[in-house]
């Protein structure tokens, strides 16, 4: 027995904002943008679309595709650095509360852009395990209630949306046959939220209001994205003995056209291996691979057998991967 994907669901706001309406209020132009990022829009959620709303709308989607009654869920795993709350209840929580499930286990993931990795890989060990039978893994941020909108190096990157997996049994072979997981924490200050926890606590009147938004060093977040990328890739292949040629899609953390280029090159992979929609969406963080394998599986691009690795790199840093077979 092994674990796989039964379905995957998605929640995207309604409200996109293109570049053009951005270079409105922001210092910036669509040409620079899309040269620089590839990037021409995002999805903006409303003060009613919470993170765990989102959540709990892709999940929804994820459970009814798989025909799956939300009695059956054993755990709900959130994968997300925008939780409702800034410490506790955990966003899963509330998502459990908001399916009206009974009192099954529910826990936050916070890796950064790496979350939804990490929480296909620990709801694989949940079943396997036999602690459950059924996971829901979902990906979601309200990035831009922690953008600094007056920054153009960053107020440009990012978006909101909502990404689930329903987790369940399969056979051997098929599946997440392989997870890589990994940290460089002596680069936690390269891509940060700098106030508002303990070790620098809000003090009214005196921290600034851009220290609790996000803060990147564009640079230092660039090198370290393009070298995991091919770091994952590389490694995730020659544990399974895989060549590029064997490998149908590569599913990366949407952050950069010019990161995923990159890494592309580095790898000798070609770019048409590489499944990309950050034009549409931007970077959602933990959500951008769930996303991009809703919107791939709705283009019915996905297919049984296929062989599929996906990458996450953000803040932290963390890094990971996923060798799934569809």
């Given at each position: ?101 009974g009192n099954i286990g529910s826990i936050d993931v916070k ?152 890494a592309s090159m580095r790898a000798r992979i070609p770019m048409e ?54």
């Amino acid at each position: 027995m092994n674990v796989g994907i039964a379905s995957i669901g998605s929640y995207i706001p309604a409200r996109r904002v293109s570049n053009e309406e951005l270079s409105k209020t922001v210092d910036t132009s669509d040409e620079w943008i899309r040269s620089h990022t590839g990037i021409g829009n995002r999805h903006i959620a409303s003060d009613e679309e919470t993170c765990s709303y989102m959540a709990t709308e892709a999940a929804k989607e994820a459970l009814d595709k798989a025909g799956v009654d939300k009695n059956e869920v054993d755990q709900i795993i959130v994968a997300t650095i925008t939780p409702d709350y800034r410490d506790f209840p955990a966003t899963a929580n509330l998502v459990q509360r908001n399916l009206g499930i009974g009192n099954i286990g529910s826990i936050d993931v916070k890796a950064a852009c790496t979350g939804f990795v990490y929480g296909l890989e620990l709801g694989r060990g949940l079943i396997l395990g036999g602690t459950a039978k059924t996971v829901v893994v979902i990906g979601a941020e309200k990035l831009s209630a922690i953008t600094n909108w007056n920054d153009r190096g960053t107020a440009v990157l990012f978006g909101d949306g909502a990404g689930a997996a329903v987790l369940t049994s399969c056979a051997d072979g098929e599946g997440i046959v392989d997870s890589v997981l990994r940290t460089d924490g002596t680069g936690y200050d390269a891509l940060n939220i700098p106030a508002g926890g303990t070790a620098t606590p809000f003090i009214p009147g005196e921290t600034p209001e851009e220290d609790l938004c996000i803060y990147m060093d564009g640079q230092r977040v660039y090198n370290f994205a393009v070298k995991v990328n091919v770091e994952i890739v590389k490694d995730l292949m020659e544990r399974n003995g895989l060549t590029s040629d064997d490998i149908d899609y590569i599913v990366p953390h949407q952050a950069n056209y010019r990161i995923i280029r990159a890494a592309s090159m580095r790898a000798r992979i070609p770019m048409e291996k590489y499944y990309l929609n950050m034009e549409e969406f931007a970077n959602t963080s933990s959500a951008s691979v769930p996303l991009a394998l809703a919107e791939m599986d709705r283009k019915e691009l996905l297919k049984k057998g296929m062989k599929i690795l996906t990458v996450g790199f953000g803040g932290g840093l963390t890094y990971g991967g996923n060798y799934l077979v569809w």
